[in-house]
């Protein structure tokens, strides 16, 4: 592979994680076209990881800032369901109102 291609892989790369993930803004500001992107993504293998590990970081930060942002509100209820919403190792989420209870937490009051 070309020394130009792997740079502005890596340029697309890094602009995925500037622009929110948002594929179309990375290959505009990488200069190269989406289905240019596609191309590498597809046929690529690295490259196609690099890209995927991009957006999941991007995904993970976005759950734990929107996370924060409910736990601030100081609704105990919206940040149970949340959490469990967000943990994917959790097979069967209890209900939400025994999570409380077991806690002697009463939503109301946080």
Not at 3 to 9: G, H, L, N
């Amino acid at each position: 592979m070309r020394k130009s291609t792997i740079r502005k892989q890596k340029k697309v790369i890094s602009h995925i994680i500037a622009n929110d993930g948002n594929v179309r803004a990375a290959c505009a500001s990488a200069k190269i076209s989406k289905t240019q992107f596609y191309v590498w993504k597809n046929n690529d293998k690295q490259f196609g990881i690099d890209v995927d590990n991009a957006m999941n970081t991007h995904i993970e930060v976005a759950k734990q800032i929107h996370l924060m942002k409910v736990l601030e509100s100081g609704n105990a209820e919206d940040s149970l369901k949340l959490l469990l919403k967000i943990n994917s190792k959790i097979k069967k989420a209890l209900p939400i109102h025994k999570v409380l209870n077991d806690n002697n937490l009463n939503h109301k009051k946080l």
